[in-house]
């Protein structure tokens, strides 16, 4: 039998290795059952922005970190953040987790925040 989180780190290897060959940033995310994580990274692997549930500024509006809720603040954050940043086109980097649920809604509120994948 398959170990799932070396199923997942497997899929999300595969998935960085066709971002690096475009030689763009990424918007990468990690979920865990109580926080979200996202990153904007360059080509060169530098942190352009950051957003994640844990910040304080976050914490204060949500009840928990591991809801689309939650998903959805984050995406948003990220996306002002990366504007801010100079960054408008981005590759999504799902890390290898199915995109529905929580990731998915980071994405779309990412895209609604003003990046563009």
């Known amino acids: 039998m398959k170990d799932k989180v070396a199923s997942r780190k497997r899929r999300a290897f595969r998935g960085r290795k066709r971002i690096g060959e475009l030689g763009v940033q990424r918007l990468c995310i990690h979920r865990t059952p109580r926080h979200m994580y996202a990153q904007v990274i360059g080509p060169d692997s530098r942190v352009l922005a950051s957003a994640s549930t844990v910040e304080l500024e976050v914490r204060k509006d949500l009840a928990t970190g ?8 984050i995406g948003l954050r990220i996306a002002e953040k990366a504007k801010a ?27 609604e925040g003003g990046l563009e994948f």
């Not at 591991?66 to 603040?73: D, K, P, T």
């Open 66 to 73: 591991g809801n689309v809720n939650a998903a959805r603040l």
């Open 85 to 111: 940043a100079g960054v408008v086109k981005v590759a999504f980097d799902r890390s290898g987790f199915r995109y529905h649920g929580r990731v998915k809604a980071l994405a779309d509120a990412a895209r």
